[in-house]
């Protein structure tokens, strides 16, 4: 039986290259506009901290897709659903590599963005400096040190569990349209997906809602009270999700013989 470790390298190396395909066109985007400013507004003017941070902002975007197109992929091809892994360990090391690359592709821009504040004069290392200790004062004055390193906390928790549950949602779509559409003809795959499309369209759009409201409540009562049961009410979610996605898998989804 493969180990976690060894299924985790496998499914690692295709993610890894997708990331790096990603972080080269952030550069490529990085030297194109330093060069475009450098000959129209003259060397002298380039400030490389407002370049780093100011292009490829839709590459994380782009990242996500391309990423979680790779993790369908990985789950009806024979070359990784053949290996001698349990489904939990299969599916857990997938979201466990898709995550992986991500957090790789956004620390690497984030360093990259960093060293270019430093480099770029002790004016850019200035105005950033200055806006973090902004943020920081008033979040403190606002909530307290131990209650503000709690919100922070919180966002940042909150957006990876988005993050993840996005992922493992479009993987229970994946999954659950494979699964019904063995139950009907070929010619009728094609309208039932289409109609699938529309339901899921309509569940994200009640999504969005809930989570504007889940906004509005949160800042209404904000506590570690709404706090916590916010992010458990996602955990369970996911989890929930998860657990599916695995059973889907196990009894219900083939692998594809390229």
Do not use: C
Not at 53 to 62: H, K, Q, R, S
Not at 138 to 155: K, N, S, Y
């Amino acid at each position: 039986m493969t180990t976690f470790r060894r299924t985790v390298r496998v499914l690692w190396r295709p993610k890894w290259r997708i990331a790096n395909w990603m972080l080269l066109a952030y550069g490529l985007l990085v030297v194109g506009n330093l060069v475009q400013t450098g000959f129209s507004e003259g060397w002298s003017r380039i400030n490389l901290m407002n370049i780093t941070t100011g292009v490829g902002v839709g590459l994380g975007v782009i990242a996500f897709v391309w990423l979680a197109v790779r993790t369908e992929h990985d789950w009806v091809q024979d070359t990784y659903r053949l290996l001698p892994v349990t489904n939990t360990r299969f599916y857990l090391a997938g979201v466990a590599t898709t995550v992986g690359a991500y957090l790789y592709f956004v620390a690497v821009r984030l360093l990259v963005m960093g060293l270019s504040a430093l480099v770029s004069g002790q004016q850019s290392a200035a105005n950033l400096s200055h806006w973090l200790r902004v943020a920081w004062t008033g979040g403190v004055r606002e909530f307290g040190t131990v209650g503000w390193l709690g919100v922070l906390a919180f966002v940042v928790l909150l957006v990876s569990l988005l993050i993840v549950g996005a992922w493992v949602l479009i993987t229970l779509v994946h999954l659950l349209t494979n699964a019904l559409s063995t139950f009907l003809p070929a010619g009728r795959q094609r309208i039932f997906k289409g109609l699938l499309a529309i339901v899921v369209i309509g569940v994200l759009v009640w999504l969005g809602k809930w989570l504007v409201q889940l906004r509005d409540w949160v800042t209404a009562a904000w506590n570690d009270a709404a706090m916590v049961s916010i992010l458990g009410m996602f955990v369970i979610g996911v989890v929930a999700m998860m657990a599916v996605n695995v059973y889907l898998l196990k009894f219900w989804v083939e692998a594809r013989v390229r």
